[in-house]
């Protein structure tokens, strides 16, 4: 009677974190389906791509325990989904390369590679960093521009996010319209009168994630 056994090549079954993330990400966990001969795992079996393009993997990987590996990359914080793609050119203890697709055929390039997506979401709403004129100025003043850090909804900005007292009381905004993706001008019938004036913008400007302005 003669014998053989066939043997099933690894296959990656979690990663961590994995989903929606609020927080910057630097780092992501693998676990494999049995142990892997660490030799084949390198640098050179990931991939990272994220919204702005390519990401490098910064440091040598580091295995956790028998079957979980750690990945570590620069840290990322801008919104959208990052994948980081793993194999498939990695073998277990008897050469066997990954099946991450289970058919039976190991190695494949891209059907047994796996993905360890992630995303960043923005949960934090926008500010006003900047605005212009600012300090003591010549009259006559009729309009200020604010700078957002990020990108805004515009059709959430008008005239009623907007309360402006004068030296001698109230001044009714004409209007808001957007400069460019971050800058807004809001308008006003023209200023001379000395004093202070005080503007007042906002709560509920939202960010293109829907986020309402979080000034402090």
């Known amino acids: 009677i003669a014998y053989f056994s066939i043997i099933a090549g690894p296959k990656i079954i979690g990663h961590t974190p994995s989903g929606d993330q609020t927080k910057p990400v630097s780092e992501v966990t693998v676990t494999f389906n049995k142990e892997i001969n660490f030799a084949t795992f390198?640098?050179?079996?990931?991939?990272?791509?994220?919204?702005?393009?390519?990401?490098?993997?910064?440091q040598p990987l580091s295995q956790i325990n028998g079957t979980t590996y750690k990945i570590s990359f620069a840290?990322?914080?801008?919104?959208?989904?990052?994948?980081?793609?793993?194999?498939s050119q990695i073998s277990d203890k008897d050469g066997a390369l990954m099946d991450q697709d289970g058919d039976g055929i190991q190695g494949e390039p891209i059907e047994d590679r796996y993905d360890a997506a992630f995303t960043i979401i923005d949960v934090t709403g926008a500010e006003i960093t900047s605005h212009t004129p600012s300090g003591?100025?010549?009259p006559p003043v009729d309009h200020i521009d604010v700078h957002f850090n990020e990108m805004i909804n515009p059709a959430s900005f008008d005239i009623n996010d907007v309360s402006i007292i004068?030296?001698?009381?109230s001044i009714i905004p004409v209007s808001v319209s957007q400069i460019d993706e971050d800058d807004f001008r809001i308008t006003f019938s023209a200023q001379t009168t000395e004093g202070i004036y005080e503007l007042t913008i906002g709560p509920n400007i939202l960010d293109l994630s829907g986020n309402a302005m979080d000034q402090d």
């Open 42 to 58: 390198t640098k050179d079996d990931i991939t990272i791509e994220g919204p702005s393009g390519t990401i490098p993997v910064t």
């Open 75 to 87: 840290e990322q914080s801008k919104t959208g989904i990052y994948h980081v793609y793993i194999g």
């Open 136 to 138: 003591n100025v010549l």
């Open 166 to 169: 004068g030296p001698t009381g």
